[in-house]
C-alpha cells in the first residue's frame, strides 16, 4: 500500500467506520499499528508487504494455505497508547488477542467486539476502572488474563464458579463470591477438599471485574459458553504448550549436511531448538521460518538410502509414500522446534519439495543393537493403518536416533481440547468427539493385532500423541518404543509408565494402555486437562478421581464439558462412554476391562 493510499485509509476511518468494510487484512493491521505508541517493535508491519508470507512480528497465520491470520501475540513489546479495536475487527477469523506485559493505560478498550475471539491475555498492563456487567454477555471466549492491572472493584457473584478462592483475593469479602456453590476458601467459610470439586463445569457470566491485583486460580471467568478451566498461571499454560508439542517456537535451520548450523529465536523471547540432524546452534534475531527455502530436491543417490547396510551417516527410508529424502534434504529444509518431551525433542521441517515432517530426535535409544533396531523399525514402517501415523525413515546413530514421520497440520488432540486452534463450538460437538475415541479404539485395535508379541503395543497413548486430520480422524504416534527404550526410559518418557501398578511395583502389561485410554476418554469428554500428564503433579485436574466423585453421586452430566452436554438426547451415551473411562483407570487392573472389551463396548455406543 502506498504512503498516499495509506494516508487515505487514515481518512477513511476517521470519517466512517463503514469503509472498513473493504480493508485487508494487512490494511486492517497497519491501522492498528497506527493507532498505538512506540511501535518500533512492530517493524516488520510494513506497506506492500503480506503479514503470513513476510512473516510480521507477533503475527501468526492458519498453517494450512489460506494466508488469513488468526492469531496475535504482542507481548513484551513496551506498546502505549490507544488501542483501536475497530480496526482488527476487520480480521474475522482472529482466534487469539494477547497484549500482555506492555504499558497500555485507560479503561478496558471494547475488545468484545471481537466476536470470534477465543482467548483474551491483557495482564501486566495499566488498565483501570471499571468493567461493565455486560462486557462478555455476547462473548464465546474461552480462556481471559486480566491479572496485574488497576481495576478497582471486584464482583463474580451469581455464577457458578468452581474451585478454592485465592489468598489474593480474600481480601474482597464473601459478598463478592456469593451465590458460587462450587467455590470454597476463607471468604465463603467452605472447607476445600483436596482433588474434589463440588461444582460442575458450566457456562459462566462475569459482573463486574475490578480491582484484580492477581487472578490464577479463577481463571476464565466468562459469560455465555465461557467455562472455567483448571490452569493456574499462565505459565502453566505453557507447560502444556510443551507437552502437546504444537506452540511452535519458530527456528531457522541453515548450512548443508556436514555443518548443520542453525539458528533459533523464540516468539517469546527465548532461544531454544536447533539444528534438525544433531549440529550445532546458536541465537539469533531471525523470525522467518516457515517459508520453503527454495532449491533441488536431494536425489536417491544424495538423499535416501533403502538398503539395511546403508551407511550410519544418512536417512533409512522404510516408507516410500512420500518419496525418497535423506538427510542433506532435511538439513536444508526450513524449520520448526515443536517441543521437548520426555523421550527427547520434536521438529518440523518443510523440505524444498513441499513435503512436510515431524523429525524426532531420541538419544541414549540404545535397548536394540543396530540391526535389531532396524528390524523393529521396519516392522513398524510396514503398517497401514488410517488411524496409525506410519513412520517415513530413520536415522542411526549410537548417541541419537532420528525418526520421521508426516506433518499433521492441524495438531494434537490436546491442543485442539485446550489450546487455542480456531476451533469452534460446532466442530468439536458430541458426535465428533465419539468419532475421535472410536478412531482411537479402531487404531489400537490394529496396533493390538499387529505387535501381539509386545506387553505394551502402544506404550504412550495420550492426547498429545494423538494427531487430527482434516475431518478429525485420529492418528496415534508414538507407539511401538517399547522394546527400543530402556527401562529407565520408558520409565521416565512413556505414559502407561505412570499408571499405578506401574508406580507403585514396576509392573507393565497390556492393563496399562488401558489405563491411557481411559485417561483420554475422561478427558475428551469433560474438557479437562489432566493432571496425571504433569511430571510434577500441579496443575490440571485429576480426571480420575474428580469422575470417581461424579459417578458416586450419580451426578454424571454435571461433570460432562457443557460444550457437549447440552445435546440432551445423547446423555445416556455419554455417561456409557464416562462409565467406560472411570472403568479402565481402576486402580487395581484386575477391576480393568481387556484392551478388547474396552474397545468393543466403545464401538457398541452410538452418536
Known sequence: ????????????????????????????????????????????????????????????????????????????????????????????????????????????????MLKGLRALYVSSNKFSGEIPGDYFADSI??????????????DMSGNQLEGQIPASMERFGADAFKDNSGLCGKPVSKECVNGKKTGGNVKVTIAIMIGIVVIMALLLLLSALIKSKNNQHEEEFDVLNKESAEDVVEVRVHGNAKT??????????????????????????????????????????AGSQQGKNAGMGDLIVINDEKGSFGLADLMK???????????????????????????????????????EFDA???????????????????????????????????????????????????????????????????????????????????????????????????ILSDYGFFRMVTTTQAAQGMFAYKSPESVESQQVSSKGDVYCLGIVILEVLTGKFPSQYLNTGKGGTNVVQWVRSAIEEKKEAEFLDPEIASTTDALEAMTRLLRLGASCTETETNKRPSMEDAIKRIEEIQA
Open 333 to 371: 529444509a526450513s524449520a520448526e522446534v515443536l517441543g521437548n518431551g520426555a523421550l527427547g525433542s520434536a521438529y518440523k521441517a518443510v523440505m524444498s519439495n513441499g513435503v512436510s515432517v515431524v523429525v524426532k530426535r531420541i538419544r541414549d535409544m540404545n535397548q536394540l543393537g543396530k540391526d
Open 141 to 154: 471466549l474461552r480462556r481471559i488474563w486480566l491479572s496485574d492491572n488497576e481495576f478497582s472493584e471486584l
Open 260 to 301: 548443520g548450523g542453525g539458528s533459533t529465536r523464540s516468539q517469546n523471547g527465548g532461544g531454544g531448538g536447533g539444528s534438525v540432524g544433531g549440529g550445532s546452534s546458536r541465537k539469533s534475531s531471525t523470525n522467518d521460518s516457515s517459508s520453503h527455502k527454495k532449491g533441488e530436491h536431494g536425489s536417491k543417490k
Open 1 to 112: 500500500m502506498s504512503t498516499v493510499g495509506f494516508l487515505l485509509l487514515l481518512l477513511c476511518l476517521s470519517l466512517s467506520p463503514d469503509c472498513l468494510l473493504s480493508m485487508s487484512e494487512a490494511e486492517a493491521l497497519l491501522a492498528f499499528k497506527k493507532s498505538m505508541s512506540n511501535a518500533e517493535s512492530l517493524d516488520s508491519w510494513k506497506p506492500n508487504s503480506d503479514p503470513c508470507k513476510d512473516k510480521w512480528e507477533g503475527v501468526f497465520c492458519d498453517e494450512e494455505g489460506k494466508g488469513v491470520v488468526i492469531r496475535l501475540h504482542l507481548t513484551k513489546m513496551s506498546l502505549s497508547g490507544t488501542i483501536d479495536v475497530n480496526t482488527i475487527t476487520q480480521i474475522k477469523n482472529l482466534k487469539t488477542l494477547s497484549l500482555s506485559n506492555n504499558t497500555f493505560e485507560g479503561a478496558l478498550p471494547p475488545f468484545n
Open 376 to 474: 523393529e523399525i521396519r516392522r513398524i514402517g510396514k503398517f497401514r493403518h488410517k488411524n496409525i501415523l506410519t513412520p517415513l525413515a530413520y536415522h542411526y546413530r549410537k548417541e541419537e536416533k532420528l525418526v520421521v514421520s508426516e506433518y499433521v497440520p492441524k495438531g494434537s488432540l490436546l491442543y485442539v481440547l485446550h489450546g487455542d486452534r480456531g476451533i469452534s463450538h460446532a466442530e468439536l460437538n458430541w458426535p465428533t468427539r465419539l468419532k475421535i475415541i472410536k478412531g482411537i479404539a479402531s487404531g489400537l485395535q490394529y496396533l493390538y493385532a499387529e505387535l501381539s508379541d509386545y506387553e505394551l503395543p502402544h506404550g504412550n497413548l495420550k492426547s498429545s500423541n494423538i494427531f487430527l486430520g482434516s475431518n478429525y480422524e485420529p
